[in-house]
């Protein structure tokens, strides 16, 4: 078998493999689906001095719904240090208001709007210098169902788009973040 004529068909098979398309359309809203990058920081400067990973691992998904989730995980050597944890994914989407309700009315008509989806806690030092932090996500419905005036009405969400994300985890006494993740 001659294998010089294999290698410009396999060259082609991978290009093609490698090849996304930017944007997937469907009837209810355009996700985004090319490749796109997470940076990854950890700085042992804006930490208690011997802190380190114990459990789980450092990271960061969007989802095919554009939900953000980032991993729980363990440090230890953190001494009696709490860690403030912030997600927050920022979006641009169409929204429509309906009121489904008893007296419905027309559809407001679709607006264009960025919106954010946050999720905030403290993650608590235990026993032993160790610092357990939850999984963190972040929902581009739930938060753009408070995008309609009233909280009883339904927003249907089209060409929803994810902007941005930020996730961050910094210790009480300093100012910046030990852990930082940017994205897409």
């Given at each position: 078998?001659?294998?010089?004529?294999?290698?410009?068909?396999?060259?082609?098979?991978?290009?093609?493999?490698?090849?996304t398309?930017?944007?997937?359309?469907?009837?209810?809203?355009?996700?985004?689906?090319?490749?796109?990058l997470?940076?990854?920081a950890?700085?042992?400067?804006?930490?208690?001095?011997?802190?380190?990973?114990?459990?789980?691992s450092?990271?960061c998904?969007?989802?095919?719904?554009?939900?953000?989730?980032?991993?729980?995980?363990?440090?230890?050597?953190?001494?009696?240090?709490?860690?403030?944890v912030?997600l927050?994914?920022?979006?641009?989407?169409?929204?429509?208001?309906?009121?489904?309700?008893?007296?419905?009315?027309n559809?407001?008509?679709?607006?264009?709007?960025?919106?954010?989806s946050e999720?905030?806690?403290?993650?608590?030092s235990?026993?032993?210098?160790?610092?357990?932090?939850?999984q963190?996500?972040?929902?581009?419905?739930?938060?753009a169902?408070?995008?309609?005036p009233?909280?009883?009405?339904?927003?249907t969400?089209?060409?929803?788009?994810?902007?941005?994300?930020?996730?961050?985890?910094?210790?009480?006494?300093?100012?910046?973040?030990?852990?930082?993740?940017?994205?897409?």
């Amino acid at each position: 078998m001659r294998y010089d004529r294999l290698f410009p068909l396999a060259a082609f098979a991978f290009m093609a493999a490698c090849t996304t398309t930017d944007t997937i359309t469907s009837p209810a809203r355009v996700l985004t689906t090319a490749p796109r990058l997470a940076v990854t920081a950890i700085e042992d400067a804006n930490a208690p001095s011997g802190t380190h990973l114990q459990t789980g691992s450092i990271g960061c998904t969007v989802g095919s719904n554009l939900s953000v989730t980032c991993t729980s995980f363990e440090l230890a050597g953190v001494g009696h240090t709490n860690a403030d944890v912030s997600l927050v994914a920022n979006y641009t989407a169409g929204i429509t208001c309906s009121n489904k309700g008893v007296n419905p009315n027309n559809d407001v008509e679709s607006q264009a709007t960025s919106f954010s989806s946050e999720d905030n806690f403290t993650a608590t030092s235990s026993k032993n210098g160790r610092l357990s932090v939850r999984q963190g996500a972040a929902n581009p419905a739930a938060s753009a169902a408070n995008a309609c005036p009233n909280k009883n009405w339904t927003a249907t969400i089209t060409n929803l788009t994810l902007v941005s994300f930020t996730y961050s985890v910094t210790f009480d006494g300093f100012t910046q973040p030990y852990i930082l993740i940017t994205g897409p």
